[in-house]
């Protein structure tokens, strides 16, 4: 008789489009894992995978509801008992980055897709590809946008992504998050300028913009009301 011990759980995490249970096998003879799941609701548990690994994702999900897991290995010949309280999580679906503007004095605002049930909402940023730092915790949940007003040094990238909240769980994030680059104005100096070979003309100066990769001319007259790029 080979004796089976149950995994040890260590958790049920929300990632995107499902949960991902994780666990440790203390075992030298299991083969596969059994992989258990009830709904809030549910009193039995209901088998919901089998896997060879120590992490399991549940794709059949549905928002706003919160599951239980747990599981059993197994050997050849014999099976493990389980945990009977399990890991738990409320499922939430990822909010969707939906739109990123930047003024021109370099504030950012994002918007993203309201998530049904969500009490409210984290907003992370990254600078130039840095660590997601949290930089806003939102308690409206008819909130589905915010404004940055501190992305403001030129030619730095300014990256964010948003987690949606309901009590102490949160859901998954997009990684990739939405990004825009600010770019400081020029400041420009216009001079008449005189040549014999060229004659009379105007010579148009301004200062290097960090981050600037070429730089777009444009020009208006007296009586004009639009610019004009040349």
Do not use: C, H, Q
């Not at 239980?68 to 409320?90: E, H, I, M, P, Q």
């Amino acid at each position: 008789y080979n004796f089976v011990s149950a995994p040890v759980l260590k958790s049920a995490a929300n990632i995107n489009g499902g949960i991902k249970v994780t666990w440790l096998d203390t075992n030298t003879t299991a083969k596969k894992f059994y992989v258990y799941r009830k709904a809030a609701a549910e009193t039995k548990w209901t088998r919901v995978g089998t896997t060879t690994t120590t992490s399991f994702v549940d794709k059949n999900v549905v928002n706003g509801t919160k599951y239980t897991y747990t599981v059993r290995a197994a050997s050849d010949t014999n099976l493990s008992d389980f945990n009977k309280t399990g890991v738990s999580t409320l499922y939430i679906e990822t909010p969707a980055l939906k739109k990123i503007s930047i003024a021109k004095n370099g504030d950012v605002t994002i918007n993203w897709g309201a998530v049904a049930g969500a009490k409210g909402y984290y907003v992370y940023k990254s600078v130039n590809g840095s660590a997601w730092t949290r930089i806003a915790s939102i308690t409206n949940p008819k909130t589905v946008s915010y404004k940055d007003t501190t992305a403001k040094k030129s030619g730095e990238t300014y990256s964010y992504t948003v987690r949606a909240i309901n009590g102490s769980y949160a859901s998954y994030y997009v990684t990739s998050g939405i990004s825009t680059m600010f770019l400081a104005a020029p400041t420009v100096n216009v001079k008449n300028d005189y040549t014999v070979e060229e004659g009379s003309s105007v010579k148009v100066s301004w200062n290097s913009i960090p981050g600037a990769k070429s730089y777009k001319i444009y020009r208006k007259t007296a009586d004009a009301t639009t610019w004009t790029a040349i």
